[in-house]
């Protein structure tokens, strides 16, 4: 099983900028989809933003898309998210998400708090 360490949240004011970082263990992280998914209080955990194995194609959720971007460097095992413009709606636990031939694996979450 992969593990996934999210690193990077915090506390950010409306309109300002932050990077969340995912390093996975394990061989199977290159050839893997991975994405960014968010869970508010009160709220289903809901899609962010996915990228292929190869980085050459990315999906994003209407609300972010423009604004966030995901990448990844297979090399050092990480999945990035770069969040700009960021707004109150964007709080939220941040998790990283590992999907495989072999499975699927989750990190542990880290906190995205936007003040208004």
């Known amino acids: 099983q992969v593990h996934l360490v999210e690193s990077g949240g915090g506390l950010a004011q409306a309109g300002g900028s932050l990077r969340l970082s995912c390093a996975g263990s394990?061989?199977?992280?290159?050839?893997?989809?991975m994405g960014w998914y968010r869970q508010a209080p009160g709220k289903q955990r809901e899609l962010v933003a996915t990228i292929i194995s190869n980085g050459y194609r990315k999906n994003y959720a209407d609300s972010v898309r423009g604004r966030f971007i995901i990448s990844r460097d297979n090399a050092k095992n990480m999945v990035y998210l770069d969040m700009k413009n960021l707004e109150p709606d964007d709080t939220a636990v941040y998790f990283c998400?590992?999907?495989?031939?072999?499975?699927?694996?989750w990190g542990q979450g880290t906190q995205v708090t936007v003040s208004s």
């Open positions: 998400h590992l999907r495989s031939p072999w499975g699927e694996s």
């Open positions: 394990g061989r199977i992280f290159d050839s893997a989809t």
